[in-house]
């Protein structure tokens, strides 16, 4: 078909896949992921590029991975009684992690099988 008849379907198809959280580019409030867990920074001698991004929205965390870097494990928890636990294959580039949106401190941990951890905090 010409091209003019195909752009308004590939118009509504762009505007279907942007209203789908794992499709949109702004999902909410960046969320930091720094290196590191609670005994302190990765080993690396020189500062580290860290692979993910999270965005936190009311009722999820959309976490996203630069690369295949394999499974990682992804743990929510809360003050407000949100515990989550996840295998993450980072081939697949995004996750949405389900939250209550309560108020409380909220931690995502994230640990690859390399054993790196990143991880984030936010209050909501």
């Known amino acids: 078909p010409p091209r003019s008849t195909l752009f308004p379907y590939t ?3 762009r505007s279907v896949l942007l209203s789908i959280p794992g499709y949109s580019q702004n ?3 960046p969320l930091p992921i720094v290196s590191g867990n609670d005994n302190g920074s990765n080993e690396n ?4 590029q860290v692979p993910f991004r999270a965005y936190v ?3 999820y965390v959309v976490l996203s991975c630069a690369s295949s870097i394999g499974n990682a494990v992804v743990t929510l928890t809360s003050t407000a009684g949100d515990d989550y636990e996840t295998v993450f294959n980072t081939a697949y580039g995004t ?3 389900p939250i209550s949106g309560n ?3 909220y931690r995502l941990d994230i640990v690859l099988p390399s054993g ?3 991880y984030g905090e936010f209050v909501l």
Request: aromatic letters at 14%.
């Open 11 to 13: 118009t509504l198809f």
């Open 27 to 29: 999902y909410g409030a």
């Open 45 to 48: 001698r020189s500062p580290e």
């Open 57 to 59: 929205l009311d009722s």
């Open 95 to 97: 996750i949405i992690i």
């Open 103 to 105: 108020s409380g401190s």
């Open 116 to 118: 790196a951890a990143y």
